[in-house]
């Protein structure tokens, strides 16, 4: 019986060893996904704010011309 309770007790060790791993493996894994969705969030944001300004650029003639798309480059 002995044999049989040091068996168990050698797999009952090796599945706590496996867990803690397991368990290790989540968290580290979990911290990178929340530093990415972070990482998400500040590139979503720069890119509105990047669309707010090309739509204001779009939005305005170039001063004291009427469009710069419209003129004609010096070389012309």
């Known amino acids: 019986m ?3 309770t040091g068996h168990l007790r050698e797999e ?8 803690a791993f397991q368990e290790d493996a989540v968290a580290s894994l979990d911290a990178t996904v929340a530093a990415q ?5 500040v590139l979503k944001r720069q890119i509105a704010l990047l669309h707010e300004r090309q739509a204001q650029f779009s939005e305005q003639p170039a001063e004291g011309t009427s469009s710069s798309l419209e003129e004609k ?3 012309y």
Do not use: R
């Open 37 to 41: 969705q972070q990482d998400i969030l």
């Open 73 to 75: 480059p010096p070389h």
């Open 2 to 4: 002995t044999d049989q």
């Open 12 to 19: 009952v060790a090796n599945l706590q060893a496996q867990l």
